[in-house]
């Protein structure tokens, strides 16, 4: 009794110290929480309007809304998460005098009808 009970101890803590242990996973299989891929982004008029968004914030933010500031263009790639909204990981495409991308983060609450830029940087890679 005291060897099965040992067993079955051991088995639990092996399992527990399991790093996907405790990682919640939904009906399609991927884990609550994770990044998701936005598809037909192009055609998505939300994130589009999302991506508008960030430049309009980041040229407020920067450069108080003058004209050498960036031109929003399109979001080419966009993930969202479920946190306490949706966090929404975009590359946008945007023009100050030549094309570039960047890389913004922006949560949105809608039951608070909020947005708000966290982070706006340009783009290591496209």
């Not at 990682?23 to 055609?43: A, C, M, N, W, Y």
């Not at 500031?69 to 966090?87: C, D, M, Y």
Request: aromatic share 10%; proline share 3%.
């Amino acid at each position: 009794m005291a060897s099965s009970s040992c067993c079955i101890l051991f088995f639990l803590l092996a399992v527990a110290s399991s790093p996907t242990a405790f990682q919640l996973v939904g009906g399609d299989g991927r884990k609550v929480g994770g990044r998701t891929e936005v598809p037909h982004v192009e055609s998505d008029k939300e994130v589009q309007d999302l991506g508008l968004f960030c430049v309009e914030e980041y040229n407020q933010r920067l450069h108080g809304g003058r004209s050498e500031a960036l031109t929003f263009l399109r979001v080419v790639a966009a993930e969202r998460q479920v946190v306490s909204g949706i966090k929404y990981y975009l590359k946008i495409a945007a023009r100050d005098g030549r094309e570039r991308t960047f890389d913004a983060i922006v949560v949105v609450k809608p039951w608070l009808k909020s947005r708000s830029l966290l982070s706006f940087t340009p783009s290591a890679h496209y």
